[in-house]
């Protein structure tokens, strides 16, 4: 689980990491209320999506446009957030369609004597925490890491007892921050440590960390939880709960599934993780952008296939849908028909849908659909499915109506779903 910025900065100020003073806004007018509520002379507007690089990237239309500006009045607060939200903001990390804005984070300006950076990662390979410090703020971790890897730090960190205190004194000592503020920065590593251990992060970075007044202050955040311990974690917990962007994943785990949203627009449905990342690199190949990762476990009834489709067909940005399925053992494809045709005639299904079930009751399966779901595309075999599918995408067309046949055992199937 990952958390925008905002939703990151009250979770550090709330474990006694200072951060500059702001708040969320989800219009121009409330973003000027912020502005003329913070105790600052100057502000900062940042666009929030689930993306690093957003003060580099630039909005869809609007190659000179950053996503993190600042502002010298109020006014210009406003004028900044309407010219972000509801668009698009491209970064090196987000492909070419880039994020949506639904929020903006204004905040105080800060003006640091100097920038430095941390991230505390998992280190898997010998079970434990491992914390990065570098004295350049402001730089991608990893690609400093890359550059000028002797400018990294990495330390150990216990679980148990922590970073070792000498190691890190002398590490931060070589950064010549002066006293204060070398304390300060060692204050704040300790709340860090603290922070990650007690809330069950995979990653916590910080960066920058300015300098103010010899006090280290969090200008940026990135925060990333570890899906399993949120039974655990009230308060990430309610974070996740108030957040619309999980609301699909959230929904994916109660009713039995794996889900990983993307950025492409064609959505996928499988039945097994194996055959799940087949399709998704069989798209690829096609230059087809897979919408999701999305995994059913073989003993899926009708309601739960029902239930994947209906949030597939949530996203706005699909413009394909594209069901693979192999039914072996307990798993029937007309199990997944069956369900086709249930969203289909409860709400008609508005995208191109090429749809390959093989194995157990595939003929019968494919049949129903050939005669109840106009428009759809069957093929043979993954490779003329993920074809169909790119093409499709990239050139989308009409379906016919929806068929007005009546047939008795829809009829079971969709008061069985539906009671």
């Given at each position: 689980?990952?958390?925008?910025?905002?939703q990151?900065?009250?979770?550090?100020?709330?474990?006694?990491?200072?951060?500059?003073?702001?708040?969320?806004?989800d219009?121009?007018?409330r973003?000027?209320?912020?502005?003329?509520?913070?105790?600052?002379?100057?502000?900062?507007?940042?666009?929030?999506?689930?993306?690093?690089?957003?003060?580099?990237?630039?909005?869809?239309?609007?190659?000179?446009?950053?996503?993190?500006?600042?502002?010298?009045?109020?006014?210009?607060?406003?004028?900044?957030?309407?010219?972000?939200?509801?668009?698009?903001?491209?970064?090196?990390?987000?492909?070419?369609?880039?994020?949506?804005?639904?929020?903006?984070?204004?905040?105080?300006?800060?003006?640091?004597s100097?920038?430095?950076?941390?991230?505390?990662v998992?280190?898997?390979?010998?079970?434990?925490?491992?914390?990065?410090?570098?004295?350049?703020?402001?730089?991608?971790?990893?690609?400093?890491?890359?550059?000028?890897?002797?400018?990294?730090?990495?330390?150990?960190?216990s679980?148990?007892?922590?970073?070792?205190?000498?190691?890190?004194?002398?590490?931060?000592?070589?950064?010549?921050?002066?006293?204060?503020?070398?304390?300060?920065?060692?204050?704040?590593?300790?709340?860090?440590?603290?922070?990650?251990?007690?809330?069950?992060?995979?990653?916590?970075?910080?960066?920058?960390?300015?300098?103010?007044?010899?006090?280290?202050?969090?200008?940026?955040?990135?925060?990333?939880?570890?899906?399993?311990?949120?039974?655990?974690?009230?308060?990430?917990?309610?974070?996740?709960?108030?957040?619309?962007?999980?609301?699909?994943?959230?929904?994916?785990?109660?009713?039995?599934?794996?889900f990983?949203?993307?950025?492409?627009?064609?959505?996928?449905?499988?039945?097994?993780?194996g055959?799940?990342?087949?399709?998704?690199?069989?798209?690829?190949?096609?230059?087809?952008?897979?919408?999701?990762?999305?995994?059913?476990?073989?003993?899926?009834?009708?309601?739960?296939?029902?239930s994947?489709?209906?949030?597939l067909?949530?996203?706005?940005?699909?413009?394909?849908?594209?069901?693979?399925?192999?039914?072996?053992?307990?798993?029937?494809?007309?199990?997944?028909?069956?369900?086709?045709?249930?969203?289909?005639?409860?709400?008609?299904?508005?995208?191109?849908?090429?749809?390959?079930?093989?194995?157990?009751?595939?003929?019968?399966?494919?049949?129903?659909?050939?005669?109840?779901?106009?428009?759809?595309?069957?093929?043979?075999?993954?490779?003329?499915?993920?074809?169909l599918?790119?093409?499709?995408?990239?050139?989308?067309?009409?379906?016919?109506?929806?068929?007005?046949s009546?047939?008795?055992?829809?009829?079971?199937?969709?008061?069985?779903?539906?009671?």
């Amino acid at each position: 689980m990952d958390l925008h910025e905002y939703q990151a900065k009250r979770l550090l100020k709330d474990n006694s990491i200072r951060v500059p003073e702001g708040d969320v806004a989800d219009s121009p007018e409330r973003a000027e209320q912020v502005a003329n509520q913070l105790p600052s002379e100057s502000w900062m507007v940042k666009a929030q999506i689930l993306s690093g690089g957003r003060g580099q990237g630039h909005f869809k239309g609007d190659e000179m446009k950053s996503g993190v500006r600042p502002a010298a009045t109020p006014e210009h607060v406003s004028t900044h957030a309407r010219s972000m939200l509801g668009r698009s903001l491209i970064t090196a990390q987000t492909g070419q369609d880039g994020l949506p804005v639904r929020e903006v984070y204004i905040e105080q300006a800060m003006a640091p004597s100097q920038e430095l950076s941390l991230s505390l990662v998992l280190d898997e390979a010998n079970k434990t925490l491992m914390l990065l410090l570098s004295a350049h703020g402001g730089v991608a971790m990893e690609e400093m890491a890359k550059k000028q890897p002797l400018s990294v730090a990495k330390l150990p960190v216990s679980i148990l007892h922590g970073v070792d205190q000498q190691l890190l004194a002398d590490t931060i000592d070589g950064y010549q921050l002066g006293e204060k503020a070398s304390n300060s920065f060692k204050t704040l590593i300790g709340h860090a440590i603290e922070l990650v251990k007690n809330n069950d992060l995979t990653l916590l970075e910080i960066n920058p960390v300015g300098i103010v007044n010899d006090e280290c202050i969090a200008l940026d955040a990135k925060i990333t939880v570890d899906d399993n311990s949120l039974f655990r974690q009230a308060e990430i917990r309610a974070i996740d709960e108030q957040s619309d962007r999980v609301g699909s994943r959230r929904r994916a785990s109660k009713d039995g599934f794996n889900f990983i949203q993307m950025n492409g627009d064609i959505a996928c449905m499988t039945v097994g993780a194996g055959l799940s990342m087949a399709t998704l690199d069989s798209l690829v190949q096609f230059s087809g952008n897979p919408a999701n990762f999305l995994d059913l476990p073989p003993d899926s009834k009708v309601n739960r296939v029902t239930s994947a489709l209906e949030l597939l067909l949530s996203n706005p940005q699909i413009k394909c849908l594209l069901i693979n399925v192999f039914g072996g053992g307990i798993m029937r494809c007309d199990t997944v028909s069956d369900a086709i045709q249930v969203v289909n005639r409860l709400n008609p299904i508005k995208v191109p849908m090429v749809v390959r079930l093989a194995g157990t009751n595939a003929k019968l399966a494919n049949r129903r659909l050939k005669e109840g779901v106009p428009g759809i595309v069957l093929a043979s075999n993954l490779s003329e499915a993920a074809k169909l599918a790119a093409h499709l995408a990239a050139t989308p067309q009409d379906l016919p109506s929806a068929s007005e046949s009546d047939d008795g055992w829809l009829k079971k199937i969709i008061h069985k779903v539906s009671h």
